[in-house]
């Protein structure tokens, strides 16, 4: 008999109840450099919230951490109020909690400049999130507010946690571990098989993402993901990065793990997603745009929307390197910079800010093609990284933006060898991670199928 359960998956929900500040100048200059929506989040998460009651696809939902904007307590109490009425629809409903909802010094905006609403402590997270996972709950690390829900018959969830203190941030204790190898010995003995849900990404959802540390993608990931495909578990539900990526891994003893990391609710790219699990085997994933929700857009769709806030962060950040690099350098965390480097970012700011995509390539004595020579550098390379966010990244081999991207980076070839970088311990080539990281290869990160085992 054919075993299929079916499931809703979103992250990074972000909630923010308006009525806390979400308006006036600080706020709008506080935007500028946002990838995610403020004001817009109660709106959306209602919208989202009211589709998610309606619909018959699925009586599982799982959300996989970041709940609130920024940790502040009348958000989690405004967004557990949707919470209820999700599981009153008859919804199974399985939360995890991550860095952005213990946060106890959050804020918000107004005429008046910048608020300080009443923030949240990690340790009342249990309580708060006490009946969305917890309380029915077959095991729990309260400490670790982690937890092992059956969510089907022969299927079970370790939705685990990492949000603590500064040393085991991002990563597991000693102590976690041990619960998981308790929690994944279990689960075998008793014939279930088991997925995973962790706010932080266990494989990076590009390339290059995994030469940026802890902050992009869960430290000790190679170990992590290694100890869990081996234990049984291939399958894990992620967000943080606000990206949409599936990707695959094999360990050295030939087990599969796989990550689904989900785009935030309240950004580009704004998605939801169908999971059908058949025989704890065979997995479909469908990606369900956010609904529309009650928001003056000033005539853009929803998708236009979001891109527009995603672009102009970036946009924002290459006028600052023109025009304020002080500030600049701030923002990407270079504090007390001389003189001297702030007039060489300011003079790459200005030249990126004026030239095209052919200016570029003779630069490095590159052949252009002709369709983008005339295209500004500046508007390419916002298009690219939101594509890297937005997942199956269009620039393969053939199309005219690899030539000329791969072209440039081929200059560079050598100086990459002398840089010795690597990947868990392990030689990289970080051309070949470029290319990767620029094109798409291998399962889309949008609607897909595959085995786990």
Request: with cysteine.
């Amino acid at each position: 008999m054919e075993n299929k359960v079916r499931i809703l998956l979103l992250t990074d929900t972000h909630y923010f109840a308006e009525k806390l500040g979400c308006r006036g100048e600080g706020y709008e200059e506080y935007m500028l450099t946002q990838q995610k929506c403020f004001a817009e989040t109660q709106a959306i998460n209602e919208a989202a919230f009211r589709w998610l009651n309606e619909t018959d696809l699925a009586d599982i939902v799982l959300i996989a951490g970041d709940l609130s904007f920024n940790g502040e307590k009348e958000s989690h109490l405004e967004f557990i109020e949707l919470l209820k009425k999700l599981k009153a629809s008859g919804k199974k409903v399985y939360v995890i909690t991550a860095g952005h909802d213990c946060n106890e010094h959050p804020f918000g905006y107004d005429e008046t400049g910048r608020l300080a609403p009443e923030g949240t402590p990690r340790d009342e997270l249990f309580d708060l999130y006490y009946d969305y996972g917890f309380s029915d709950a077959i095991a729990v690390d309260k400490e670790g507010l982690s937890y092992v829900a059956q969510l089907a018959p022969g299927l079970r969830l370790l939705a685990l946690n990492n949000d603590g203190n500064k040393a085991s941030r991002h990563t597991y204790t000693a102590r976690q571990i041990e619960w998981i190898l308790k929690q994944t010995k279990q689960a075998r003995e008793d014939g279930q098989d088991m997925i995973a849900m962790n706010h932080y990404p266990l494989l990076p959802g590009c390339e290059l993402f995994s030469l940026l540390g802890g902050e992009v993608v869960m430290k000790n990931a190679d170990f992590i993901t290694t100890l869990l495909a081996d234990e049984g578990v291939h399958l894990c539900f992620t967000g943080h990065m606000h990206n949409q990526s599936i990707k695959v891994k094999t360990t050295e003893k030939g087990n599969r793990f796989v990550d689904v990391c989900t785009g935030s609710l309240i950004g580009c790219p704004a998605y939801l997603r169908l999971v059908t699990i058949t025989d704890g085997d065979f997995v479909e994933v469908e990606s369900i745009p956010v609904p529309d929700f009650d928001w003056d857009t000033k005539g853009l769709s929803k998708e236009e929307y979001f891109r527009r806030q995603f672009d102009m962060m970036l946009n924002t950040f290459i006028t600052f390197m023109r025009d304020d690099p002080e500030r600049f350098l701030g923002k990407i965390g270079v504090k007390n910079a001389s003189d001297q480097v702030k007039k060489i970012v300011g003079g790459v700011g200005s030249y990126l800010n004026r030239i095209t995509v052919g200016d570029l390539c003779r630069l490095f004595a590159v052949k252009c093609p002709d369709g983008i020579k005339d295209r500004p550098f500046t508007e390419m390379a916002v298009t690219l990284v939101r594509k890297i966010f937005e997942g199956d990244a269009p620039y393969n081999y053939g199309t005219p933006e690899y030539d000329a991207i791969m072209g440039i980076l081929s200059r560079f070839r050598l100086l990459f060898g002398a840089l010795n970088v690597k990947v868990d311990g392990k030689p990289a080539d970080l051309y070949r991670m470029l290319e990767k990281t620029i094109g798409h290869y291998g399962v889309s990160d949008y609607n897909a199928k595959f085995r786990l085992k």
